[in-house]
T-cell receptor, first 112, second 114 residues
């Protein structure tokens, strides 16, 4: 079973920040938090991941709470092309392979 | 090049047919994955290959047979499929690195079993 809980859907106005929450209260010390997204009819796309520190890259920021039981993905200036299902996944770093168990995700609809 | 390619894009097959799905990557990744995704559902892991050896089989029926001929290529051989096997089949690859790793997904093969 997936180890994360996400709201099924969210709306965001174009140009505004999109804040997507994720609960992972059973996360263990060696598990990373990963975010992927899937635009309709395409393969999932990696966004960002982190262990306990906040992370930022060209796509998004990841804020992980101090107790690591929840996190928030932030898209700073959402565009229509950011409309997608966003998956929050916790997974061990397992050497050469990484078993991703996808939950149901959040459908983010960016409105013009 | 961060691309994973999959062929064919679409496939229609009968329940008695034998077909194969192909996945290729040239990123030097040593782990490759097959996922199955039914409509409006999240992807589900099927198989993992690590250094060209099968390392994970998520109790997939034997009518699905994976093959990893070399480090860049992953096949999924299909035989005697059922209509409920109709789905999007996704391939991914990854390279172990310090601090977690990223899986790169292909666009998928959309399979319809009649």
């Amino acid at each position: 079973d997936a180890k994360t809980t996400q709201p099924p859907s969210m709306d965001c106005a174009e140009g505004r920040a999109a804040n997507l929450p994720c609960n992972h209260s059973t996360i263990s010390g060696n598990e990373y938090v990963y975010w992927y997204r899937q635009i309709h009819s395409q393969g999932p796309q990696y966004i960002i991941h982190g262990l306990k520190n906040n992370e930022t890259n060209e796509m998004a920021s990841l804020i992980i709470t101090e107790d690591r039981k929840s996190s928030t993905l932030i898209l700073p200036h959402a565009t229509l092309r950011d409309t997608a299902v966003y998956y929050c996944i916790v997974s061990n770093y397992g050497g050469a392979t990484n078993k991703l168990i996808f939950g149901t995700g959040t459908l983010l609809a960016v409105q013009p | 090049d961060t691309e994973v390619t999959q062929t064919p894009k679409h496939l229609v097959m009968g329940m008695t047919n034998k077909k194969s799905l192909k996945c290729e990557q040239h990123m030097g990744h040593r782990a490759m994955y097959w996922y199955k995704q039914k409509a409006k559902k999240p992807p589900e892991l099927m198989f993992v290959y690590s250094y060209e050896k099968l390392s994970i089989n998520e109790s997939v029926p034997s009518r699905f047979s994976p093959e990893c001929p070399n480090s860049s290529l992953l096949n999924l051989h299909l035989h005697a499929l059922q209509p409920e096997d109709s789905a999007l089949y996704l391939c991914a690859s990854s390279q172990a690195r310090q601090g977690g790793e990223t899986q790169y997904f292909g666009p998928g093969t959309r399979l319809l079993v009649l």
